[in-house]
C-alpha cells in the first residue's frame, strides 16, 4: 500500500522541515509514502472563504484517482488514540488497498466537493494546529502506527 500526504502550501519552518524529514525517512522503511504539496492561491484578497475553498479543491481533486481511499485531516473527523489508528492503518493494508491519501486543506478547509470524494474525515485532535504542524503531527502519528503494529518499542504501550 502506498500512502499520501497532500498539502496546500510548502512548510516554512526549517524545525518542522527537520522534523518532517526524520519521520518521513522512518516511515519509508515500512512502506511507500509520499507528500504531495500544491503551491498556495496567488491573489486570494479577492476571493471569498468560500471560492478559495472551490478552487483549492480543484486544484486537490486533480490529484486524486479514482480508487484513491481519501481521508480529511478535518477537525469535525473522528479521533482515534494512537492505537486506535494504527489499527487502521492496518486494517487499510489487509484490505489490499493500494492508495491511502491524507489530505491537509487550506486555511478555510475543505470545498464541499472534497467532503463529497471523502471516504473518512481524521481529526488529530480537538486543539487546532497551524497547517504547518499538522504536517509534523500527523507523520509522527503515522510513524507511530507502523511501529505498533510491527511490535516495534516506539509505542511504550
Known amino acids: 500500500m502506498k500512502i499520501k500526504l497532500l498539502l496546500i502550501g510548502k512548510t516554512d519552518e526549517s524545525y518542522l522541515k527537520q522534523g518532517i524529514e526524520k519521520y518521513t525517512k522512518r516511515i519509508k522503511h515500512y512502506l ?11 491573489n486570494t484578497r479577492n476571493l471569498s472563504e468560500e471560492q478559495q475553498k472551490q478552487k483549492e479543491g480543484e486544484l486537490i481533486l486533480n490529484q486524486l484517482n479514482p480508487a484513491d481511499f481519501v481521508a480529511l485531516l478535518d477537525e469535525k473527523g473522528k479521533e482515534y488514540s494512537s492505537v486506535a489508528f494504527s489499527k487502521f492503518i492496518e486494517k487499510q493494508m489487509i484490505s489490499g488497498l493500494k492508495n491511502l491519501v491524507f489530505i491537509v486543506g487550506g486555511p478555510y478547509g475543505f470545498s464541499k466537493q472534497l467532503y463529497e ?41
Open 117 to 157: 470524494k471523502s471516504n473518512i474525515k481524521i481529526s488529530l485532535s480537538q486543539m487546532t494546529f497551524s497547517h504547518q504542524m499538522v504536517r509534523l503531527v500527523f507523520v509522527e502519528q503515522l510513524y507511530r502506527a507502523m511501529s505498533i503494529i510491527k511490535g516495534e518499542p516506539y509505542h511504550h504501550i
Open 32 to 42: 511507500s509514502f509520499d507528500f504531495i504539496t500544491i503551491p498556495d492561491l496567488k
